[in-house]
């Protein structure tokens, strides 16, 4: 069986702050892990997948096998980061197992 | 706008009543997913296809459910005998079978389904 796990249900941060929202997951073979994001009244979108090694918007994340975790990281907030972001693993088949997804609020 | 799109946006409906959703994928897309979100929740996986193929479908999904695609294109959902607890933000994606695991799920805006 293959779960994702989000710890947080909301993080505040203020602008300027480095953010870090936390993943884990349980899954028994060499999972694909991707970080959706979804601003405001806007759809589902991909943020960055730990395959393509990349920085979007300024975040990263690394998998981390050995603590089974893909945090997501940013070292300064700014206020349109404030979304939904969701953590998701695909196994062997194709359908991704999403977690329950954190809310990114960022104050002045 | 070349996105998944999908119709109704809304819809509301009377329990026992039976409703049909539909999903337009990215034109060259050949995989097409539909998933269940309800409040508080993360996307949960309903079924795929691989053009017109259904070649999974979640063990937690009701015979009340049928999803059809017939021409590897558009993507019918279907719910027989509503509940209740079929309210939820019914989401669609796509991508393209590029013959690794990479490829990339595209959602729709969703379908907002209220069972009175």
């Known amino acids: 069986a293959q779960r994702v796990t989000q710890p947080e249900k909301l993080l505040s941060v203020f602008k300027g702050a480095p953010v870090e929202l936390k993943c884990n997951y349980s899954y028994s073979g060499s999972p694909e892990l991707f970080w959706y994001v979804q601003y405001s009244r806007q759809r589902l979108q991909l943020l960055l997948r730990h395959i393509s090694r990349e920085s979007i918007k300024g975040f990263t994340a690394d998998l981390n096998k050995g603590e089974t975790s893909f945090h997501l990281k940013k070292p300064f907030a700014q206020e349109e980061d404030s979304a939904m972001y969701y953590c998701a693993l695909r196994g062997t088949a194709s359908k991704l197992t999403f977690g329950t997804g954190t809310r990114l609020q960022v104050t002045l | ?116």
């Open chain 2, 1 to 116: 706008d070349t996105g998944v799109s999908q119709n109704p946006r809304h819809k509301i409906t009377k329990r026992g009543q039976n409703v049909t959703f539909r999903c337009d994928p990215i034109s060259e897309h050949n995989r097409l997913y539909w998933y269940r979100q309800t409040l508080g929740q993360g996307p949960e996986f309903l079924t795929y296809f691989q053009n017109e193929a259904q070649l999974e479908k979640s063990r937690l999904l009701s015979d009340r459910f049928s999803a059809e695609r017939p021409k590897g294109s558009f993507s019918t959902l279907e719910i027989q005998r509503t509940e209740q607890g079929d309210s939820a933000m019914y989401l669609c994606a796509s991508s393209s079978n590029s013959g690794g695991m990479t490829d990339t799920q595209y959602f729709g805006p969703g379908t907002r389904l209220t069972v009175l």
